[in-house]
């Protein structure tokens, strides 16, 4: 049987794209006793990505190896096991690669339930929702009639915080890049305003909508738009630090902010990784399957077909065009 994986061959100066892969096409060997063989259905193209195979050391990861398949989470389907940990037909979520195929041990990867759909795992049950939920929940702390702003709004995290935040009581603001993604935060996601970063006067906007300020603020771009939301800060305000998506290409911001801020409106700066809580994942789960099927949020995927157009698509993520979780179909999920 033939596989096809993707393996790092250079560390990219600036944006990530297909000339930094090699396209292994091999033949797989025969699996081995106590593993099982899993048929990679969808993996997920992450901003993290890019800082994966930048050559930082010091980082929550370690940097992908030269020569390595290229480190992505993913979904398969359990095809043939000689393990007691998996049977076939089991649904497996975790860390794939950009790989058609993959063995694992006990442990690599997990079991899912299939009262949800294959794609919610790679969204809403995924890194993008424990991260919304943990980011906003538990590292925001916010109470109901405060008012939240969320940038990279119209995104995979940011879409997921806004509605959260909605069904948490909050009047929340979203900053996106395009009016078709601000037109969506308001009309279907029930966002109480929204701002296009490249169009808008933001400080126009933020006193407009938050005349009193902001109590809490989730940043997963950096740039223009944290630099704006920074100024319009409440005392004693909380904001989050999910992600800087505009400097994660090596760009520096476009406008550094006016930091004295933190100290005369005594703000709370706090930054988090979702790979320091991955035992949260249950109760996260359980608290977003509640909201699911109370019908509060909604979710979009950008699905690309094929693993050999994973490292073109992985520019959406930061030209803005993906619309919604951008994620690669490898193979079918029946
Ligand atoms: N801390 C954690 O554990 C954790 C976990 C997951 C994700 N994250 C972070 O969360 C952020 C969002 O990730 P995601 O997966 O949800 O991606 P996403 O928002 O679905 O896609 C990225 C979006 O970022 C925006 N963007 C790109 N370049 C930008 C720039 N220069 N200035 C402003 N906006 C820009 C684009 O939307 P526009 O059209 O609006 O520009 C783009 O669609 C990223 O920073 C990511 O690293 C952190």
């Given at each position: 049987?033939?596989?096809?994986?993707?393996?790092?061959?250079?560390?990219?100066?600036?944006?990530?794209?297909?000339?930094?892969?090699?396209?292994?096409?091999?033949?797989?060997t025969?699996?081995?006793n106590g593993k099982a063989?899993?048929?990679?259905?969808?993996?997920?193209?992450?901003?993290?990505?890019?800082?994966?195979?930048?050559?930082?050391?010091?980082?929550?990861?370690?940097?992908?190896p030269i020569g390595d398949t290229m480190r992505a989470l993913g979904v398969g389907?359990?095809?043939?096991?000689?393990?007691?940990?998996?049977?076939?037909?089991?649904?497996?979520?975790?860390?794939?690669?950009?790989?058609?195929?993959?063995?694992?041990?006990?442990?690599?990867?997990n079991v899912v339930p299939k009262t949800a759909a294959m794609e919610d795992y790679m969204g809403i049950l995924g890194l993008a929702g424990a991260t919304a939920y943990h980011g906003l929940v538990k590292e925001g702390q916010p109470k109901a009639g405060e008012t939240l702003c969320v940038t990279?709004?119209?995104?995979?995290?940011?879409?997921?915080?806004?509605?959260?935040?909605?069904?948490?009581?909050?009047?929340?603001?979203?900053?996106?890049?395009?009016?078709?993604?601000?037109?969506?935060?308001?009309?279907?996601?029930?966002f109480d305003a929204a701002l296009n970063y490249k169009t808008d006067d933001l400080d126009k906007g933020l006193a407009e909508f938050a005349p009193d300020g902001l109590d809490l603020h989730f940043e997963n771009v950096g740039g223009k738009p944290f630099a704006a939301a920074l100024r319009h800060m409440k005392a004693f305000g909380r904001m989050i630090f999910c992600g800087f998506i505009s400097v994660y290409n090596g760009d520096r911001p476009d406008e550094y902010p006016d930091?004295?801020?933190?100290?005369?409106?005594?703000?709370?700066?706090?930054?988090?990784?979702?790979?320091?809580?991955?035992?949260?994942?249950?109760s996260i789960f359980a608290e977003l399957g509640k909201l699911m099927q109370a019908g509060k949020l909604t979710y979009r995927l950008d699905v690309v077909e094929g693993l050999e157009n994973a490292a073109s698509a992985f520019g959406k993520l930061f030209a803005g065009t993906n619309k919604g979780k951008l994620v690669v179909k490898v193979s079918n999920p029946s």
């Open positions: 049987m033939r596989n096809l994986r993707y393996t790092l061959k250079t560390r990219p100066e600036g944006a990530l794209g297909p000339e930094h892969f090699d396209r292994v096409d091999e033949e797989l025969a699996l081995e063989r899993v048929r990679v259905v969808y993996v997920s193209l992450d901003p993290a990505m890019r800082g994966w195979v930048s050559a930082d050391t010091k980082s929550y990861v370690p940097p992908v389907i359990v095809e043939e096991s000689k393990s007691d940990a998996f049977k076939p037909g089991d649904w497996v979520s975790g860390f794939t690669g950009w790989t058609e195929w993959l063995d694992i041990a006990p442990g690599a990867m990279g709004a119209a995104g995979s995290v940011g879409s997921l915080v806004g509605q959260i935040g909605k069904a948490l009581g909050l009047r929340v603001i979203g900053i996106a890049g395009t009016d078709e993604k601000c037109a969506w935060l308001i009309n279907e996601l029930g930091m004295t801020a933190i100290v005369r409106r005594r703000l709370t700066f706090k930054g988090f990784v979702m790979t320091d809580h991955f035992d949260e994942y249950p």
